[in-house]
């Protein structure tokens, strides 16, 4: 028995074949994360074999390869026609969710100020402003920018060339080497389908909408987004509902029986196989990174320019602001954060042509 656990912590062999089909959620939302553009660089990790038999499950069934739902609940909101539609997008659910990282710093040191002087962990309402525009480099709404999250992949995928080598030079052996090129391959191969793109940015463009999004009544944010004639349609967007490609169904399966066939290969390797989990954990190490790190929305291609914010103590107050400064928008946003009715003076306000007059009402109510 001891020689057993010695010999398996000197060569580590069928853990390595069970390390490959866990973590398929993780990938996935990895992928999620990085697919829009031309290179999806998640690198070549344990899950990858889980992963393509969930992917061909769905590929089966409906076709779809982003995950079913956003991680982050939320609504939107025509500011226009008020109409409220639940959000689906993957990318503004996410997008909502980091809100609190790539605020800008001015609307963060309000907050804080704020909170200290009601003495709450909120700040009453913050509704902050955004304009489409283009990226500084260029790219159009849609286009995304690359990060540290992007290149990432590139880098991780080096290391793991680099650990590969060693065994070559010491021992002759390439099985890992070829394991590992194949692998990173078969990663980039799987984010470069056609299909995640149609899926995660499945809308219009050049749209002068301005959108509300927010988690709902109670929330502490409501970020607003006018498209100006150059951003996304982002009603388009939240519903998810992007083209379905045929060529997605056996690009999948002849992906999935690849890795498989991979998984066979390495279920057979007997030597210095602590150079492939290296490789592995390395990789398993950046998918985790890639799939929980916060983004900037330009990212994802939404390339924003941040215009004011308005935060108030109170909700009515703040959406009253909103109102004055931009028209239709605070009312909009009443039937979210005051679904039941309205108090007498609340009543008259919003029924107020007046702007001069509503100014004065709300100044004295703040």
Known sequence: MASQIRAQWVNPTDILSVL????????QRALAQLSGGYLTPVAFSFGWVGYSVSALLSAVGDNKLMPLSPDCPSILINTKTGYVRTNQSWILGRMLRDYGCWMPASVKDELKDKIGKTGSHKAGLCVSFYDAVKAKDGK????????????????????QLGIATVPCGLYAQYIILLVTACGIVLAFASGALP??????????????????????NGAQHVI?????????????????????????????????????????????????????????????????????KSREPSAFGLHLEFD??????????????????????????IGTFFPGNLTKWEEEWWTQPDAEKLATLVDGKN
């Open 140 to 159: 159009k709404a849609g286009e995304p920018t690359s990060d540290s999250v992007w290149t990432s992949g590139f880098v991780v995928a080096l290391i």
């Open 20 to 27: 490959m089909i866990i973590g398929g959620d993780v990938i």
């Open 308 to 333: 004011r914010a308005i935060i108030r103590e109170k909700v009515m107050i703040t959406l009253m602001t909103a109102e004055i400064a931009y028209p239709t928008v605070g009312r909009s946003l």
């Open 195 to 216: 299909q995640w793109k149609e899926e995660k940015l499945a809308c219009r463009s050049k749209s002068r909408k301005v959108i509300a999004l927010t988690k709902g």
């Open 224 to 292: 607003i987004i006018n498209g100006r004639g150059v951003g996304l349609d982002l009603e388009d967007l939240a519903a998810a509902d992007g083209l379905t490609l045929k060529s997605t169904r056996y690009c999948v399966f002849g992906l999935a029986v690849l890795w498989l066939a991979l998984l066979i290969t390495v279920a057979g390797i007997r030597e210095n196989t602590w150079y492939l989990l290296a490789v592995g954990s390395i990789g398993m190490a950046q998918n985790v990174f890639v799939a929980g």
